[in-house]
């Protein structure tokens, strides 16, 4: 499983969950699961999600999103 972040393939278990809001094009949102390394946590964590933010208005990470079924 890929952390959704850096994207570097890891075993389930070796990644955190964590849940964040995510808005859609339309203006609704949704609470969805994201799962992060635990260098990316730290991260997310330290810069208040600034990373994760600007990639989640990404139209590439939207369409993962779907392929992966979150959205």
Same mark, same amino acid.
């Given at each position: 499983m890929k952390c959704m972040l850096c994207e570097e393939d890891f075993e389930k278990e070796e *990644?955190?969950?964590?849940? #964040?809001?995510?808005?859609f094009d339309d203006g609704k949102e949704k609470v969805i699961d994201i799962y *992060?390394?635990?260098?990316?946590l730290v991260e997310t964590a330290t810069t208040k999600g #600034? &990373? *994760? &933010? &600007? &990639?989640f208005k990404s139209d590439a990470f939207k369409e993962q999103l779907k392929e992966w079924g979150i959205i």
């Amino acid at each position: 499983m890929k952390c959704m972040l850096c994207e570097e393939d890891f075993e389930k278990e070796e *990644l955190m969950t964590s849940q #964040a809001k995510f808005s859609f094009d339309d203006g609704k949102e949704k609470v969805i699961d994201i799962y *992060l390394c635990p260098e990316c946590l730290v991260e997310t964590a330290t810069t208040k999600g #600034a &990373k *994760l &933010k &600007k &990639k989640f208005k990404s139209d590439a990470f939207k369409e993962q999103l779907k392929e992966w079924g979150i959205i």
